[in-house]
């Protein structure tokens, strides 16, 4: 059976502490793998696709990458604003996508 | 765009009362997914609409639960009769290419059920 889990659940940070959420999965065939993120009160918005090991995408003080086992997520310098539940997910054959549970981020000043 | 508008935002209701959840998806894609997030089992996808067809409802819990998609535009997601184990957020997605993995998610409508 696919699944997907997030390590740790929650992490706090102090401003500038750079740090790494895990993302391990067990799919056969992997399609991609995508990071969101997710802030309180509001929708999962879509970060990132990696498709192949190897790969690594950059947005601002975020960059995922990825394994043929499991993908990193390395938040640098960290702000407050980029306290989030960060969420990865990949897709069955069907293409739906499975979500882990999330790492709940809070960054303090 | 708007983005994906869903309603409404909250909802309280009673044991045994029908709730009809609505979503407006964004212009010109083709698929529909609606999803359920819980502190519990974190996000469930419940069904997946493709060109207004639905492909797959094997995440729908149980037969209190149905969804339609009449067009392109518009979905519902109705509880009859709902019960408190369905107070949960549910979410509303559209994606234009579900290869990319890149889903447009509503704000939710957050759903209490006494």
């Known amino acids: 059976e696919d699944q997907v889990t997030q390590s740790p659940e929650a992490l706090r940070l102090q401003e500038g502490e750079s740090s790494s959420l895990n993302c391990s999965y067990t799919?056969?065939?992997?399609?991609?793998l995508f990071w969101y993120r997710q802030d309180p009160g509001k929708g999962p918005e879509f970060l990132f696709t990696?498709?192949?090991a190897g790969e690594e995408k950059e947005k601002e003080r975020l960059k995922a990458t990825l394994t043929k086992k499991e993908s990193f997520l390395h938040i640098t310098a960290p702000k407050p604003e980029d306290s989030a539940t960060y969420l990865c997910?990949?897709?069955?054959?069907?293409?739906?996508?499975?979500f882990g549970a999330g790492t709940q981020v809070v960054v303090t000043p | 765009d708007a983005g994906v508008i869903q309603s409404p935002r909250h909802e309280v209701t009673e044991m045994g009362q029908e709730v009809t959840l609505r979503c407006k998806p964004i212009?010109?894609?083709?698929?529909l997914f609606w999803y359920r997030q819980t502190m519990m089992r974190g996000l469930e996808l419940l069904i997946y609409?493709?060109?207004?067809?639905?492909?797959?409802d094997s995440g729908m819990p149980e037969d209190r639960f149905s969804a339609k998609m009449p067009n392109a535009s518009f979905s519902t997601l109705k509880i009859q009769p709902s019960e408190p184990r369905d107070s949960a957020v549910y979410f509303c997605?559209?994606?234009?290419?579900?290869?990319?993995?890149?889903?447009?998610f509503g704000e939710g409508s957050r759903l209490t059920v006494l």
């Open positions: 997605a559209s994606s234009l290419r579900l290869s990319t993995g890149e889903l447009f």
């Open positions: 212009s010109g894609h083709n698929s």
């Open positions: 997910a990949v897709p069955d054959s069907w293409g739906k996508l499975q």
């Open positions: 990696l498709y192949s």
């Open positions: 799919v056969s065939g992997l399609r991609g």
């Open positions: 609409f493709n060109n207004n067809v639905p492909i797959d």
